[in-house]
């Protein structure tokens, strides 16, 4: 019998590890199927593969996946989510000059305080008509949102008081370079990228801002999920094994020679490796600084869809795209994400599977026990810089209550 | 009816545009792609805007349609919506189109039916093209090989290529692949007697 294939779109991007890492390292036969990694450089291309059946599943930016089922700017197409590929591994990065200006330390700063000198250079700097601008690798992109959420939890209104741009993450590092913007918010390895190039000073982790934000998940066709549901469970094994094995001892080495490869991220290994230990370089020549909550590819059951991280997205989707709540459309945004389809796949393993599909963002300030169907699961301090939770039963009260 | 024309290739973007005006549209704009791009299809006020479906810069002109229409303003475009068919088959040809809002399905589907033909005819130029190189460099290693059959084996050329051409057959490769195996072995190990 020949093997199930996926092909799955990806964007040069570090937390494009585990579809990659399956494939090379024998995750995807062990199951039974075949990956083949298509690259790309946009997210629209990716988006426009998936659902014109060019390729099965792909490695995307969590609301895309979410606007996509909606059908923001385009007819819907109900995409499926049956597996997380990684929890932050982002960062805001300044131009040296706003660094300077803003008198970022060789340290991670303090988010409030950060943003308390940002807010005043940003309110100088819009009287003077010419405003801040910052660069996000898409409209439907955690960073868009988690930049916004920052900004706004601050004093500093997005699209008023700063202009807010898009900028691919592989011409993050050249746009901060020509001045085209003055901070991009971007995942690895391109922050680290324009810190080796002096370009870039990182002013924060994304992990500052929510501790435990989703990131990159792994999305499909819900049609396909549909009518390939039993390869789709083996390519959730498949990915959780990759999950399992990137974070353990003594891997990190081998992923980032596999992930830097030309047909990969074509990036210099260095930056790769240091993003995959959560070692990251603040300013040029700087030693690295290790911050373990970077980013989450497995621990934690960081891979779990859970519904409310769905929710949360649709939350500033409502906010940011100007638009008014709507119930159904919570409904299907909640619905892309399958943990269902993740138990099921995993239930037999030795993963540690939640009792619920959705809980309080935010609310934890240290780790604590959570319930499971099976093995133990803790889950670790997820708050939300500015402390506010949020409960994705009520979403209209959370929106009125933000800035 | 304006359109404009953005690809990174500036070969394939004169084909789709010699197609257009070939059929009667003659009101285009193709974009410098070294250029501004925003404010070059700012200024162009198309109607359509074709671009490669691998084009850099295309999350930039999403959020630039996505802000405009926000904002009312006129290059309000969306994806082309008006036949999943169509789209998808512009999808396998490796190019997309917006347009603006409310642009009638009849008016629209020539302009992507269109480009779709050229992107193919393209594709087809550059794989024979690529094709032609690779007959090139293979006539060039069977004539070094023969050379080399002929000196080391002391034959004349008819005989060095029916050896060439009989191991071909035998291990069913191509001529150009034993050609190569022998050029590649010679450079090696030519000067081992």
């Given amino acids: 019998m020949t093997a199930e294939i996926f092909r799955i779109g990806f964007l040069p991007l570090v937390d494009a590890a585990l579809p990659i890492l399956a494939h090379e390292l024998g995750f995807a036969a062990r199951e039974g199927i075949a990956i083949e990694p298509v690259r790309d450089m946009t997210w629209a291309t990716v988006r426009d593969r998936l659902i014109f059946g060019q390729t099965d599943a792909a490695h995307m930016i969590a609301p895309l996946a979410i606007a996509t089922t909606l059908g923001r700017d385009r007819p819907a197409v109900p995409l499926a989510v049956p597996f997380v590929l990684g929890l932050n591994g982002n960062a805001v990065t300044f131009s040296t000059r706003l660094a300077n200006a803003v008198g970022l330390t060789e340290e991670l700063g303090d988010p409030a305080q950060i943003g308390a000198a940002l807010k005043r250079l940003a309110d100088a700097r819009a009287a003077s008509g010419k405003p801040l601008r910052f660069g996000v690798v898409h409209r439907y992109s955690s960073h868009n949102y988690m930049l916004r959420y920052w900004l706004a939890g601050v004093g500093i209104r997005p699209d008023q008081d700063v202009e807010i741009v898009v900028t691919s993450p592989p011409f993050a590092a050249d746009a901060l370079a020509a001045g085209d913007v003055d901070g991009i918010c971007v995942g690895e390895p391109w922050n680290s990228i324009a810190v080796d190039r002096g370009v870039g000073h990182i002013a924060l982790a994304t992990a500052q801002i929510w501790r435990r934000g989703v990131e990159k998940v792994l999305a499909m066709r819900a049609t396909l999920l549909d009518e390939r549901r039993e390869a789709v469970e083996a390519l959730v094994r498949a990915l959780h094994g990759a999950a399992e094995h990137f974070v353990a001892p003594g891997a990190a080495e081998e992923s980032a020679d596999i992930l830097a490869r030309p047909e990969y991220l074509d990036a210099p290994r260095d930056a790769v490796l240091r993003a995959i230990t959560d070692r990251i370089r603040l300013v040029p020549g700087g030693e690295p600084l290790h911050y373990p909550d970077f980013m989450f590819q497995y621990r934690e059951a960081a891979n779990f869809p859970w519904r409310s991280q769905a929710a949360w997205l649709y939350s500033q989707m409502v906010r940011w795209d100007y638009m008014t709540f709507d119930e159904g459309d919570a409904a299907a945004a909640n619905n892309t994400f399958r943990p269902d389809i993740y138990r099921a796949a995993l239930a037999g393993s030795s993963a540690p599977l939640p009792g619920a599909s959705s809980k309080l963002e935010g609310g934890l300030a240290e780790p604590i026990g959570a319930g499971s169907t099976q093995g133990r699961l803790t889950l670790g301090a997820d708050r939300f810089f500015d402390g506010r939770a949020f409960d994705p039963d009520d979403i209209e009260t959370y929106l009125a209550e933000l800035p | ?193």
């Fill in chain 2, 1 to 193: 009816m304006r359109i404009a024309i953005i690809d990174t290739s500036t070969t394939r973007a004169a084909i789709i545009s010699d197609g257009l005006r070939d059929a009667g549209l003659v009101d285009l704009a193709i974009i410098d792609p070294s250029g501004p791009l925003m404010a070059q299809v700012e200024a162009a006020q198309p109607e359509v805007v074709l671009i490669n479906l691998e084009n850099p810069s295309r999350d930039q002109l999403e959020d630039f349609f996505a802000v405009s229409r926000a904002l009312a303003r006129p290059i309000a475009m969306f994806v082309d919506q008006s036949d999943a068919e169509a789209t998808g088959a512009a999808i396998d040809a490796g190019v997309s189109a917006y347009v603006v809002d409310g642009l009638s399905k009849q008016r629209i589907k020539p302009v992507v039916d269109l480009a779709v033909r050229r992107f193919q005819a393209f594709s087809r130029l550059q794989r024979e093209l690529d094709d032609a190189k690779t007959a090139l460099a293979e006539r060039g290693a069977i004539d070094r090989a023969k050379a080399i059959l002929m000196k080391r084996r002391q034959i004349d050329e008819p005989a060095a290529y029916a050896l060439l051409r009989g191991q071909a057959m035998r291990t069913n490769r191509r001529i150009g692949e034993i050609a190569e195996a022998i050029v590649t072995s010679e450079a090696l190990m030519g000067d081992m007697e």
